[in-house]
């Protein structure tokens, strides 16, 4: 069956530092990626896209990976902040079908 | 309107009972998804629409989950003889078809489902 996971429910770093989260998929062929960003009590909101033919993606203080053959994205927030503290999701896209990891809950400390 | 609408935003119910949640989606959006939250999980698959076509239903868990989407607009997700299992965060997305290769998906605030 079709498995997403992310990496560590709970990842805590330092402001300054770079945060990198994981998206691994299992039995899944992705036509593209996408990555969310979720506060407390808040629908998620999307941040980031990369299609299968796409190696690397950048706005501003996030990048993302995509290594179909390691069936593998990396998420990184540069410089991260305070502010930056949330839960992160990837989502999974063929067609018209979108399916979520757990998420990891990223908590960056002054 | 300017965003996805979900209503009620909290709803508390007596369990066995039946309930309805909303959701407006984007205006000119052609798909819509429902997706189920509960506390510090992530999103579990429910259904999708997609214009005119037959809706994806793969993901209901029971035969108490039903949805319809009226007019290519508006979506109702109607629960049926609520059980305590049933208590999550439900949440609706919108977008123009995924297909399209460029498009993100926009979610409500989600209704918060108690069942007691």
């Known amino acids: 069956s079709q498995k997403i996971e992310q990496n560590s429910e709970a990842l805590n770093i330092q402001e300054g530092k770079t945060a990198t989260l994981t998206c691994n998929y299992t039995?899944?062929?992705?036509?593209?990626l996408q990555w969310y960003r979720q506060d407390p009590g808040r629908g998620p909101v999307f941040l980031l896209l990369?299609?299968?033919?796409?190696k690397e993606k950048r706005k501003e203080r996030l990048k993302v990976t995509f290594d179909t053959t390691l069936k593998q994205s990396l998420f990184h927030i540069t410089a991260s902040q305070p502010a930056d503290s949330a839960t992160y999701l990837c989502?999974?896209?063929?067609?018209?079908?979108?399916?979520f990891g757990a998420g990891t809950r990223l908590t960056v400390k002054p | 309107g300017a965003g996805v609408s979900q209503s009620p935003s909290n709803k508390v119910t007596e369990k066995g009972k039946d309930v309805e949640l909303r959701c407006d989606p984007i205006?000119?959006?052609?798909?819509l998804y429902w997706y189920r939250q509960s506390l510090g999980q992530g999103l579990e698959f429910l259904i999708y629409?997609?214009?005119?076509?037959?809706?994806?239903k793969s993901g209901l868990p029971s035969d108490r989950f039903s949805a319809e989407r009226t007019g290519g607009s508006v979506s109702t997700l109607t629960i049926q003889r609520t059980q305590q299992e049933d208590s999550a965060v439900y949440l609706c997305?919108?977008?123009?078809?995924?297909?399209?290769?460029?498009?993100?998906?926009?979610f409500g605030q989600g209704t918060r489902l108690t069942v007691v």
């Open positions: 997305a919108s977008s123009l078809a995924l297909r399209t290769r460029n498009t993100e998906a926009f």
């Open positions: 039995n899944y062929s992705p036509a593209y």
């Open positions: 990369i299609r299968e033919n796409e």
């Open positions: 989502a999974l896209v063929r067609l018209n079908d979108m399916r």
């Open positions: 205006s000119g959006h052609t798909a």
């Open positions: 629409f997609q214009g005119n076509s037959a809706p994806d």
